[in-house]
């Protein structure tokens, strides 16, 4: 497609209920992000995703939080139990390349999905 | 994770010229970032640099020191669709998977 796109843009959940977040990258793009963004923050890393390589899961902050990436594109963000801290917006970024030293790897956003949990 | 630190907000009149700057963890230096993000969208690249000096890109110029841990951005002949927040970015040190400061909310006004 033309961009990063995340799908719902909106989510209202229940505490407790699981939701699941989808992106779809720019084609060709063989890195993808999720950072989250609460209001008034900056935006925190949560898993990286490089080809087939093992993601990079240490920016996830507990096991209910979870992602994969099939095919080498789409990516799915799960979070089970929902807590209200959980409200933010999860931004989703691809990369054409590997991110490295002295390489302009810059990053696409998408919209973000708002997730609000009640 | 890499220690980047801007100010919050700024104010600005239109026709002005505005520099924010920021500051990050020199170890393991691996390149700084500059992002624009306006209220409800997505961030958007607006430049990267990885050697000191100043790069300039129309009315936005970047600047970065490496040995002093020091970047900023200058936006010339401000427009009032300039009023976004601004956020630095760069890897922590054994990574480069870009960590981002909490970015600088800017005004321009009338």
């Known amino acids: 497609g033309a961009g990063v796109s995340q799908s719902p843009s909106n989510k209202v959940t229940e505490k407790g209920k699981d939701v699941e977040l989808r992106c779809d990258p720019i084609?060709?793009?063989?890195?993808l992000y999720w950072y989250r963004q609460s209001l008034g923050q900056g935006l925190e890393f949560l898993i990286y995703?490089?080809?087939?390589?093992?993601?990079?899961k240490s920016g996830l902050p507990s096991d209910r939080f979870s992602a994969e990436r099939t095919g080498g594109s789409v990516s799915t963000l799960t979070i089970q139990r929902t807590q209200q801290e959980d409200s933010a917006v999860y931004l989703c970024?691809?990369?054409?390349?590997?991110?490295?030293?002295?390489?302009?790897?810059?990053?696409?956003f998408g919209s973000g999905t708002q997730l609000s949990v009640l | 994770g890499q220690n980047i630190d801007q100010p919050t907000e700024m104010t600005a009149t239109e026709g002005a010229i505005v520099q924010i700057n920021c500051t990050y963890q020199?170890?393991?230096?691996?390149?700084l970032f500059w992002y624009q993000q306006h209220a409800g969208e997505a961030p958007t690249f607006l430049s990267y640099?990885?050697?000191?000096g100043l790069e300039e890109k129309g009315r936005f110029s970047s600047f970065l020191s490496r040995s002093k841990g020091y970047s900023y951005l200058l936006l010339k002949e401000l427009q009032m669709k300039d009023s976004a927040s601004y956020l630095c970015?760069?890897?922590?040190?054994?990574?480069?998977?870009?960590?981002f400061g909490r970015g600088t909310s800017l005004i321009v006004h009338p």
């Open positions: 970024a691809s990369s054409l390349g590997v991110p490295g030293v002295g390489t302009n790897e810059k990053l696409f």
């Open positions: 084609s060709g793009h063989t890195a």
């Open positions: 995703f490089q080809g087939n390589s093992a993601p990079d």
């Open positions: 020199t170890s393991g230096f691996n390149g």
């Open positions: 640099n990885v050697l000191d």
């Open positions: 970015a760069g890897p922590p040190p054994g990574s480069y998977i870009p960590t």
